[in-house]
């Protein structure tokens, strides 16, 4: 079945960095266009940052541009954020997506989130 197991998350330090992984499987990977979303307490989830099926194209956030990365290995099946020069008010639980569009069907994956605190 399809899984996405998010890892790397846990509490930092105002201007610290964090490395997200993301491990998928049950699906083609190398296929699709895999996302790290965000949500805040009380706030919506957002789109965080994104990298199309062969990691040609990103884009990001204003809030996070220049401050992180995503990255994906095909080879590993794996998608990561690296997340730099972290402020307070990127603490939020952290949510890898996996998506793929077809004339005919959409196909999107969750993953169960991983939480991200940065306090001093």
Request: proline share 2%; aromatic share 12%; with cysteine.
């Amino acid at each position: 079945q399809v899984q996405l197991v998010e890892s790397g998350g846990g509490l930092v330090q105002p201007g610290g960095s964090l490395r997200l992984s993301c491990a998928a499987s049950g699906f083609t990977f190398s296929s699709y266009t895999m996302s790290w979303y965000r949500q805040a307490p009380g706030k919506e989830r957002e789109l965080v940052a994104a990298i199309t099926s062969a990691g040609g194209s990103t884009n990001y956030a204003d809030s996070v541009k220049g401050r992180f990365t995503i990255s994906r290995d095909n080879a590993k099946n794996t998608v990561y954020l690296q997340m730099n020069s972290l402020k307070p008010e990127d603490t939020a639980v952290y949510y890898c997506n996996a998506e793929r569009a077809t004339i005919y069907l959409k196909y999107n994956y969750w993953g169960q989130g991983t939480q991200v605190t940065v306090s001093s």
